[in-house]
Each structure stands twice: as structure tokens, then as C-alpha cells.
């Protein structure tokens, strides 16, 4: 079974966390617009892909034994002090100068993958970076429903406004031939969890890409959010988060919305929205026990599980 799922940041590391327990033929598939931190910075100063998010699955990618754990460690290490390292995560470090040394995006984050020995492998979802824009509401106070522009992946995630819709810079970025060629083969499609305007939905935003999820033949599932995310979905119900993809992507149809019991208020109304798309609603604990607006790798591996291996 090969399964591609789409996104970035802490949603995507926790859904490839629980599938690599679950397919042994995976493909992450990762934004590259982040503008902010040590990747805001490396890409600033070299001008390549922006690698953080690319760092992040390929440590959720490493395995379970030492060898993974401690590459995985490495990975996500960042330098102390108040010097020109400071913040600076290493794996961010060695994927831009494998990115120098080889040719190609793609060629240095499988060698990065080979060196990790992860389960499963990283792709962009464009060769060229990407800026974000958005159209937030709220932020004059003089006239609360009119639109603001807003630029820059950080700040449309931490706007204090509402966002209505995002877009990318350029419109029509070039997409990873190799992305889209695993779409075209996967038996799964999966998106989310994570933040929504900025990891998730940036994907469909790509035409390529977008056109190659829509047509693929793989089935598709979406992983929703525990909580609203406050600058990005607040106020959101779990159903206006698939409101707010399809918006984005037309003609996109679903076969399965997974949903955390907890965070769902009304199971009718989400299933209603889930059907209009051609999806099942699966409601299961999916969430971590602390509490935290986070999702358990376990829980989700026997989610993703339930419904992959039994299709």
C-alpha cells in the first residue's frame, strides 16, 4: 500500500508518526513557504527551500531503536547562545548543505532519508519558495468586516484577525514532479492535521499539485484538528474546517474525515458536511491524554489503521 500524506509543521510529523507504523510504502509531501526562524533565515541567506518543516518529517520519519531516536534527537537539536548559531536547528544545517553539495532538492533530502534510515520519504510540494498571503477581517477596529492584506506564513498564522482565504506567491509555483508522480500512484491520500490556512490547505493552492490530488486515484482522507487555532481558525467548528479546504480546491471529494470524539460537539452536523463530500465520518479518541490540543501517534496509527488496511 503506498500512502502520501500532505502538510507540515507538528501535524504532519504526528499523522507520518502514526503512519509509518501503519504502511511500509510512505511519501510526505511538505510546505515550503515558512518565512520565519532558522529556516526564515537559511532561506533568506541562500535562497533555497526553506527546510524546517522538511526537517520535522524527517525526524518523525526516523524509527523507534537508538539509531532513530538519537538521529531523530540530532535532527531537532538547536544551538544555544546569543551568537550568529543561536536557534538554528541542525537538521536545517545538514539538509542545506546536502542541498549544496548535490544536485537538487530532492537528491539531498533522500540522502538526508538514507542517512536517518527513516521510514519513508520527503518531498516538497515545490522546488521554488513560496510566500503566503492572506485576506484577514477584523484587523481595523474602525471598520471590523473589511479585508486586510496579510503576507508571510508566520504572520497570516499569528494574525490577531480572521482569515477568509490564503493564496501563494507566486500563483503558479512549480510543483515536485515527484510529488505529484506519488499522488498519481498512491492507493491513500492524506491531509492534516495541522494548522490549516498555512500547512494544510497551501498544497491545494499549488495547480499542479492540486490537480494531481483531485485526480488521483488514491482514496482520500482527512485528519481534522483537535482545537481551533487561535490567528488562523478561531471560532472554526470541526465542519468548517472541510468547508474552508473545499473552498480552496473545487471538485475535491473524500472518502473518509477523521475526527477526535472529544472535539466534535455535534456528530450529525459533521457527518452531514463529511457526506456532502463523499466521506465517511470516523469519530474515535484520537487525541493525546494530557489533554493538549495534540494528537497520539498510537491512537491515530490504529485510526488510520482501521480504515487503510481493512479497505
Known amino acids: 500500500m503506498k500512502v502520501v500524506a500532505l502538510g507540515g509543521g507538528h501535524g504532519l510529523a504526528a499523522s507520518l508518526t502514526a503512519l509509518r507504523n501503519v504502511v511500509a510504502d510512505l511519501t510526505a509531501v511538505v510546505t515550503v513557504a515558512d518565512n520565519g526562524g532558522s529556516s526564515g533565515r537559511l532561506r533568506r541567506e541562500f535562497g533555497v527551500l526553506p527546510p524546517g518543516d522538511l526537517r520535522q518529517a524527517l525526524a518523525a520519519l526516523c524509527g523507534d531503536d537508538e539509531w532513530g531516536r538519537t538521529w531523530a534527537s540530532v535532527l531537532q537539536h538547536r544551538f544555544d547562545g546569543d551568537g550568529e548559531m543561536s536557534e538554528h536547528a541542525v537538521g536545517n544545517l545538514l539538509i542545506v548543505a546536502l542541498w549544496e553539495l548535490l544536485d537538487g532538492h530532492v537528491h539531498g533530502l533522500d540522502w538526508v532519508g538514507r542517512l536517518l534510515g527513516a521510514h ?149 452536523v459533521l457527518r452531514k458536511a463529511a457526506a456532502a ?31 487503510m488496511v481493512t479497505a
Not at 515545490?126 to 503566503?132: E, F, K, L, S
Not at 466521506?279 to 490504529?302: F, T, Y
Open 277 to 307: 463530500l463523499g466521506a465517511e465520518l470516523i469519530v474515535l479518541e484520537v487525541g493525546a491524554g494530557d489533554g493538549s490540543p495534540r494528537h497520539d501517534p498510537s491512537k491515530l496509527a490504529n485510526a488510520y489503521a482501521g480504515f
Open 120 to 268: 519513508g520519504r520527503v518531498l516538497p510540494m515545490a522546488t521554488t519558495p513560496i510566500d503566503m498571503t492572506a485576506q484577514v477581517r477584523g484587523l481595523d477596529p474602525r471598520r471590523p468586516e473589511s479585508l486586510t492584506s496579510v503576507r508571510g506564513q508566520v504572520e497570516v498564522a499569528s494574525t490577531a484577525g480572521e482569515v477568509v482565504s490564503v493564496a501563494l506567491d507566486p500563483r503558479d509555483p512549480p510543483a515536485c514532479p515527484e510529488a505529484v508522480a506519488a499522488l498519481q500512484s498512491a492507493d491513500w491520500v492524506v491531509l492534516g492535521p495541522g494548522s490549516w490556512f498555512t500547512s494544510v490547505i497551501p498544497h491545494l493552492l499549488v495547480p499542479d499539485l492540486r490537480r494531481a490530488v483531485i485526480d488521483s486515484p488514491a482514496r482520500k482522507a482527512v485528519t481534522l484538528n483537535l482545537a481551533p487555532q487561535p490567528g488562523e481558525t478561531a471560532g472554526f467548528a470541526p465542519e468548517t474546517h472541510l468547508d474552508v479546504l473545499v473552498e480552496h480546491a473545487p471538485g475535491l471529494r473524500l472518502d473518509v474525515v477523521v475526527a477526535d470524539a472529544r472535539a466534535v460537539a455535534d456528530t450529525g
